[in-house]
């Protein structure tokens, strides 16, 4: 990451608010004239990188860091290396700071590159980013700033609002709809058909799927992920959540706003889903479930009922979080308790032959 | 989905053969004359809407739908607002009802889009849409009414069957076939190589994946799926059968005709299914398996063992369906048993010191 | 696959210094003479065609084969079909011969196709093969006998190393590295966003992923798997380690060299793993983890702790094997055992009564 930024622990500190502590046998003018030109972790950073403390497990690398500059929550007596520069959200701190400081996102040049491919009627608004070999279908209206990767695909009456951002390879079926400031990663599929069928003498006959996508304001979804289209009616996407990658959305599913959706996760029909949900990696929700607000759901597990507002749950299927951690405790104990159910066995059986 | 479609109840009775039930306060000429604009649940319906009840889970949304119309399998009395229109199976009128009067898909125009690039000897056939920036190579070979949308790419020698359609960013590499109408949606791929490896000496060296893939008629798949091509042989997908989005298919399977298989589904090497099985999601199979027909396995379960005709299985490792519901209902009794063997000893172990 | 290959058997044995074991009625020179076109599993081949024994569950279609010829480890007594040729390895064995006699993947010519669009200072090395609508981004660097099929999609400042193969539709984001002989299959995403986020009062805002991908020298990768970006430094893949398809790879995830990664498995974020490692499908590993080397993991499974050397687990979560095992044999007994459990406090509770 050389070259990646290029700062002063005085400046970082000046943009954040935050406070410095310098390092041990470094006054506080030394401190702060320290010059980053890189980011890393606590275990790769040198001298000339900023690096930061957010994940309480990686505390016991402070004394150690070769860091030019932390960022902590807490400030720590002087430490060997590292000048410390205090701010309250480290990981939303650091966050500003490569942003203020670090490389830019590369995408198209402004206008429009000479091998996109246009419909009827599209509408496009100012200092729009349009890519290689896009292909946009008739009557797709997009926003102002709105950028699009090479290879991008946008069905017949798409719209993008402004300041989203789709990776290449990512495709937009006919009618969706996307907000502002959207971001798509590579390959990512939006409004597929939902996958239903009425089986008739034992053949699946393919039922419809008339209705649409709607990925609403602030929501980012990663690679390669799929979104299907609603039977009717359209399946949603709330403000602000955020998707992984690899992670199925089946039709008609509606996920409310500010959600945590992590890798490879699926989401079956017609399932509606709160606010603030925190889906982890590898977690199944069966269909036309009620998911209250600020609900968890852990890695790997499966969820086949309704859950109300502050669930944690675990397992497969899911049960809350301490009953299903009792019962997977006891699990372990269980070859040796059914050892101690024979040996009972046996001890009754000879209490039982006395007279 | 207003403007979706535009017929009265009684165009939609005559075209099904339903029978009209008139909503409370209203007879039959008047039910009948209800003009439909759109399709929509029974939570969402407004009076201009036909609705659908197919689940009886939402059977107690019927009194309170503002529905103007409700497709039904068995006629309730007069509902406050709803026209009852009483069929067979409602999910497949609705299917039926949608396809006549419904928005049609958006394809590409009949023809070739002058980006479309191809390779030697390729043959089309009548009224096939080719969309833009579709790469063809050497040998293919498509049937009539074959739908290539936007940036769909074939390898060398691929048959492609009548009125089949492969949605934006699909790929299938060389000397796979698909069967006629065949359907795949974005991002899919058929005949990436299966992942097959002899270790020598700690080194995985490639075996190579020479065989192909066979997708017979009807066969319907999802988004970014991936499907590898046999080793030698081939993969072979069933007619009629259904693949939901991000499912795996390795190599030399071979999956039954009219099978449905839910999204995230896994399955290993050489396994072999029946027809009619039903894979839920995010569900496993091992490798070089035999499953029979009419196999059921519920959602986030993984198979590692061969299943005969009509199985029905839950679990990881999985097994039959009751046998594995009372496991798990035991298994959450067992935290509180392992507190009564504790008592038990501490009873027994009185018992004993008795003289 | 009739004409896949061309060969006699003793043409064969000759290339692999194996040692021919004639079919019964059939003398030495007969057997060497036989001519082989094709390549096809034990229970399918026909008499021109090429088989092999690997995996030993299929030592009992051996005596009814009807293979012309078989790879064998061990010298089984003449076939009444098939002639044996004795190999040490026949996995690796039959790989050679079929690069060696079987049919060539189909790549795109070399040079440019006249539709690849070329950013700025590409450098590209001798005999690429560069196919159509392939985009690349300034200051690529492409190494000796790079394939690029079509609709490939190339980032500013990547590099790609000699002979690797990158097929349709994958995409590499700016400034990730390939190394040689790198095999990515179709729809592959290398570079996406990593996924993380710092909640600042409920609104998760985007913590910048400024890091890269390094993937090392003969890595292969599957279809349609993601491999995120470094939230800063970089997410790597060692030397010679495969993935199949729908893998997830989170960012700042280091897996060593040599490592199988079965289709859809996922590592969580910043996750380290050791030389050859096995994950199985559909396992995944929590984030933040230290794996050794030659740990196998089983599918299914989901690791939440660091594992040493040579570790061998299942479940989720995960224990070492045996030892859940033993736990999964016993809770099949569970049912019974709450029934014995019950019966023993009935007879407790009589003796109890005794005076």
Do not use: W
């Not at 091998?115 to 009627?121: D, E, L, N, S």
């Not at 008739?138 to 090479?150: A, I, K, S």
């Not at 946008?154 to 502002?180: I, K, M, N, Q």
């Not at 269980?334 to 009972?344: C, D, F, G, I, Q």
């Amino acid at each position: 990451m050389a070259g990646a930024m290029s700062a002063t622990v005085g400046q970082l500190a000046g943009a954040t608010g935050g406070r410095i502590v310098p390092a041990q046998g470094l006054d506080e003018a030394a401190s702060a004239a320290r010059l980053l030109t890189g980011v890393a972790g606590l275990g790769d950073a040198q001298v000339s990188d900023l690096s930061f403390l957010a994940n309480p497990k990686y505390m016991g690398l402070l004394p150690t860091t070769r860091a030019g500059c932390v960022l902590i929550g807490a400030a720590q007596a002087p430490l060997p290396h590292a000048v410390q520069v205090v701010v309250a959200n480290p990981d939303h701190t650091l966050a500003q700071l490569v942003e203020a400081f670090g490389p830019k996102p590369v995408h198209p040049e402004v206008g429009i590159h000479p091998t996109a491919v246009f419909g009827a009627r599209v509408t496009i608004g100012a200092r729009c980013r349009i890519g290689a070999y896009v292909v946009i279908g008739d009557d797709c209206r997009l926003g102002d700033d709105v950028v699009l990767h090479p290879h991008v695909v946008l069905g017949a009456e798409v719209a993008v609002g402004d300041a989203s951002v789709l990776y290449p390879h990512v495709s937009v079926r006919e009618r969706c709809t996307l907000g502002a400031r959207v971001v798509i990663h590579n390959g990512t599929v939006i409004g597929s058909d939902g996958f239903g069928y009425a089986t008739v003498d034992g053949v699946h006959r393919k039922i419809p799927q008339i209705g649409t996508v709607v990925i609403e304001d602030d929501v980012e979804i990663g690679a390669n992920t799929a979104i299907d289209r609603a039977r009717f009616g359209r399946t949603r996407i709330g403000a602000g959540t955020k998707l992984d990658n690899l992670v199925q959305i089946a039709h008609n599913v509606e996920v409310g706003p500010h959600g945590i959706i992590v890798a490879q996760a699926g989401i079956a029909g017609s399932t509606r889903i709160g606010h603030h949900v925190i889906m982890g990696g590898q977690t199944g929700l069966a269909g036309h479930l009620n998911m209250g607000n600020h609900v968890t759901i852990t890695a790997q597990s499966g969820v086949g009922k309704n859950l109300s507002d502050g669930a944690v749950v675990r397992g497969s299927p899911a049960q809350e979080f301490k009953t299903e951690m009792a019962q997977e405790v006891a699990r372990r104990k269980l070859p040796e308790a059914l050892e101690r159910l024979r040996k009972l066995e046996a001890r009754i059986a000879e209490l039982e032959k006395k007279p």
